[in-house]
């Protein structure tokens, strides 16, 4: 693969971000700009920002993995974190500004509770602030190892150099930036994740023959959101896990300080549509492309380039694009992966 246009397109791509990085700097006057971006988020803006960090490298790697592996019947944990997500939009997101503001324009859910509770020991703060960033650890460590499987994919770098390579990137323009810096990118960057699953869903149910066509062992129950790819009916237990996945969006701090960064209470019905409606399309267009990819590389004799199913969206971006497209396309990966992570990176847990 003509290494030139791929380096190219990262380049240019990272270049906007710190780009967009100093334009917020320059307007930073407080740590209240720093951390909510003065409470002056756009409906778009929270929306977006809201949505592309909630989906991450899972999105783009692990869900079309597991539609490849196990077909639709993977859909569900998608249903489940929407679910969550607008439930968190209706019930959590007018309540959670009102009161931050009231409470002294608190910048952090910690210094929330510390306000709510009448806590002065700083213990409420300190725990709440510890379990953050013990989950926070955890979250943007699964991101980091996405930048890193991408960057060794496409450049041959080592894991460990990849992970390093992916957390200064994250970090450069995060630290500079700031939380609006962060919001911004996240626009452009849930724009780059649609749009690369449409391009990819597209094009690749065009050029195939039968995109559902029925291969090996995966039987016309693969296509069934009910069923597991054996043809079994799913579990109750299953369903339950599914199910559970709905919570996250209740109290994700990266959503949550969305909600607080709203530049008016009477924005958020509105930010609601847009999320949900992004979120729905990038995570039914991320299964599509899963239960694509498996016909579509057996086609064309290279079923084997998907051994390991993580890697499915990278191979399908370097086998049926031309370099320029594929780089647009793997930008979406290192995209997915830097909106989550930044979006932690800027949370202050105190």
């Given at each position: ?12 791509y990272f270049a906007m971000l710190i780009a967009i990085a100093v ?55 998608p249903v489940a974190i929407v679910i969550g997500v607008w439930l ?111 391009i990819m869903v597209i094009a690749l149910a065009g050029w195939t ?142």
């Amino acid at each position: 693969m003509p290494f030139f246009w791929l380096i190219v397109v990262f380049a240019a791509y990272f270049a906007m971000l710190i780009a967009i990085a100093v334009a917020g700097a320059r307007r930073m006057r407080d740590m209240s700009e720093y951390v909510l971006g003065g409470r002056r988020l756009s409906s778009v803006t929270a929306a977006l920002s809201a949505g592309s960090s909630t989906t991450s490298a899972w999105t783009m790697l692990a869900l079309p993995a597991l539609a490849f592996t196990f077909g639709a019947v993977e859909i569900w944990v998608p249903v489940a974190i929407v679910i969550g997500v607008w439930l968190s939009w209706t019930f959590i997101a007018s309540r959670l500004r009102r009161y931050t503001i009231a409470a002294g324009n608190v910048l952090t859910i910690p210094e929330f509770y510390e306000v709510r509770f009448g806590e002065r020991t700083g213990a409420l703060r300190t725990i709440s602030g510890l379990t953050t960033m013990l989950f926070v650890l955890f979250y943007v460590s699964s991101g980091l190892v996405g930048g890193a499987k991408l960057l060794e994919t496409v450049f041959g770098l080592e894991y460990v150099t990849g992970v390093t390579v992916t957390l200064i990137a994250i970090a450069s323009y995060t630290l500079i930036g700031g939380f609006m810096a962060v919001s911004r990118t996240d626009v452009t960057q849930a724009l780059l994740m649609v749009g690369s699953l449409l391009i990819m869903v597209i094009a690749l149910a065009g050029w195939t023959e039968n995109p559902f066509l029925e291969i090996g062992n995966y039987s016309t129950d693969w296509l069934n959101p009910f069923n597991n790819a054996d043809g079994s009916r799913i579990t109750l237990a299953a369903a339950a896990s599914m199910a559970g996945w709905a919570v996250g969006g209740l109290g994700a701090q990266r959503i949550l300080q969305r909600f607080m960064a709203l530049e008016r209470e009477d924005q958020v019905k509105r930010s609601k549509r847009i999320s949900i409606a992004w979120l729905i399309s990038v995570f039914v267009l991320a299964v599509m492309l899963g239960l694509i990819a498996r016909p579509a590389l057996a086609e064309i004799g290279m079923l084997d380039l998907a051994a390991d199913p993580e890697r499915v969206y990278l191979v399908m971006a370097e086998v049926f694009f031309h370099p320029v497209v594929t780089g647009l396309l793997l930008t979406a990966v290192i995209a997915a992966v830097m909106s989550t992570a930044d979006s932690h990176c800027c949370w202050p847990p105190r």
